[in-house]
C-alpha cells in the first residue's frame, strides 16, 4: 500500500509556494489571472502535476499556458530554495476547465429551471407524476 500521504503534503506545499511566486515573482506579461487549483504528486515524488484555472479568453488561456511552460525552470528552481526536500519534482501544467465545466452546467440547469417554471403551473411535478404512476 502506497503512502499517499506524503504525496498530498508535498502537493499542498508546492500549490501554496507556487501560487505565491506566480503572484510576487513571476513578471512575464502573458500571464494572466490563472489560479492553481491542485496538485498531483507522482508516487517516487518526482514530478508534480498543476492545474490551472485561467480567467480569460481561450486565447488569454492558451498565452498564460505558454507563460507559464516557460517559467517551469525558474520555478523549480524557486522551490529548490523554499522547499526542505533532496529533490525538486519537475513541474508540468495542465488547463483545469472544471470551474468553467461547472459554470456552463449551472447555466444549464439554471435556464432549463426557467424554462419549466411557466409551464408547470397547476401541473404535477416529476416526482408527483411518479408517484402517481405506480399507483
Do not use: W
Not at 500549490?15 to 496538485?39: C, H, N, W, Y
Not at 525558474?74 to 488547463?95: G, K, S
Not at 459554470?103 to 404535477?124: C, F, K, T, V, W
Amino acid at each position: 500500500m502506497p503512502n499517499t500521504h506524503r504525496q498530498d503534503q508535498l502537493g499542498r506545499v508546492i500549490a501554496q509556494e507556487l501560487s505565491d511566486l506566480m503572484r510576487l515573482r513571476v513578471k512575464d506579461p502573458r500571464i494572466g489571472f490563472a489560479s492553481i487549483t491542485g496538485v498531483n504528486v507522482s508516487r517516487d515524488l518526482s514530478l508534480a502535476r498543476v492545474y490551472i484555472s485561467v480567467m480569460g479568453s481561450p486565447d488569454e488561456q492558451r498565452e498564460t499556458m505558454r507563460g507559464l511552460r516557460h517559467a517551469a525552470g525558474f520555478l523549480r528552481h524557486e522551490l529548490a530554495q523554499r522547499l526542505t526536500v533532496r529533490h525538486v519534482p519537475e513541474i508540468t501544467f495542465t488547463l483545469d476547465e472544471s470551474i468553467a465545466r461547472g459554470a456552463r452546467m449551472l447555466d444549464l440547469l439554471n435556464q432549463i429551471s426557467h424554462e419549466q417554471q411557466p409551464n408547470s403551473i397547476g401541473a404535477p411535478s416529476a416526482a408527483e407524476r411518479l408517484d402517481s404512476d405506480e399507483r
